[in-house]
Nanobody, 120 residues
Framework: QLQFVESGGGLVQPGGSLRLSCAAS????????ITWFRQAPGKEREDIAC???????NYADSVKGRFTISRDYAENTVYLQMNSLKPEDTAIYYC??????????????RGQGTQVTVSS
């Protein structure tokens, strides 16, 4: 059964850091592009980071220089390291599998999401 399980969200003060994990089962991550996107109340979904099957990262301008996406092949897990967090980063964060090996096109599977709240 194909499944994503995200973890690592929580409450953090502005300027703080969190690392999100996206553990995959039922398929091998290395063959797919994996995206992190977020959804905040009243806002459109925002793709913030993507890692192609060749491990080429892409970032939205809103997170560039603060967030880093990476992949652990042995653990079949993708991570999102988030530094210098801002209140506007507050959202539910999801990982999703692209149908292709590079960072374009639709998703076909995603996780259940993990809440990130940035507040003092």
């Amino acid at each position: 059964q194909l499944q994503f399980v995200e973890s690592g969200g929580g409450l953090v003060q502005p300027g703080g850091s969190l690392r999100l994990s996206c553990a995959a089962s039922g398929f091998t991550l290395r063959y797919y592009a994996i995206t992190w996107f977020r959804q905040a109340p009243g806002k459109e979904r925002e793709d913030i980071a993507c890692l192609s099957a060749g491990d080429a990262p892409n970032y939205a301008d809103s997170v560039k220089g603060r967030f880093t996406i990476s992949r652990d092949y042995a653990e079949n897990t993708v991570y999102l390291q988030m530094n210098s967090l801002k209140p506007e980063d507050t959202a539910i964060y999801y990982c999703a599998r692209r149908t292709r090996s590079y960072c374009i096109g639709p998703y076909d599977y995603r996780g259940q999401g993990t809440q990130v709240t940035v507040s003092s």
